[in-house]
Nanobody
Framework: QVQLVESGGGLVQAGGSLRLSCAAS?????????MGWYRQAPGKQRELVAQ???????YYADSVKGRFTISRDNAKNTVYLQMNSLKPEDTAVYYC?????????WGQGTQVTVSL
């Protein structure tokens, strides 16, 4: 059974930093095509924030470019999202996502709240 366990969310002031982690279990890293982070703010659709492929290629939403960095530790089957210069508009529930060739898996979500 595939499990994604997220950690690192919380409350931070604008301009601060947080680091999210997502550890995947029950799945071989060789079957993972990409790992990433989505977010969903109240009343809005879930959106892709950042993604990293098995080959290390990265994608960032325009709204987070230059502020967020995604990385992965293949040995630990873990993906990280370093979030710097946080803004109130970054407030959302952040979801880890893992894609294989067939399926997509989701974490339970972790709340990130950025105050003024």
């Amino acid at each position: 059974q595939v499990q994604l366990v997220e950690s690192g969310g919380g409350l931070v002031q604008a301009g601060g930093s947080l680091r999210l982690s997502c550890a995947a279990s029950g799945i071989s890293m060789f079957s993972i095509n990409a790992m990433g982070w989505y977010r969903q703010a109240p009343g809005k659709q879930r959106e892709l924030v950042a993604q990293i492929s098995a080959g290390g290629n990265t994608y960032y939403a325009d709204s987070v470019k230059g502020r967020f960095t995604i990385s992965r530790d293949n040995a630990k089957n873990t993906v990280y999202l370093q979030m710097n210069s946080l803004k109130p508009e970054d407030t959302a529930v952040y979801y880890c996502n893992v894609k294989t060739g067939v399926y997509g898996y989701w974490g339970q979500g972790t709340q990130v709240t950025v105050s003024l």
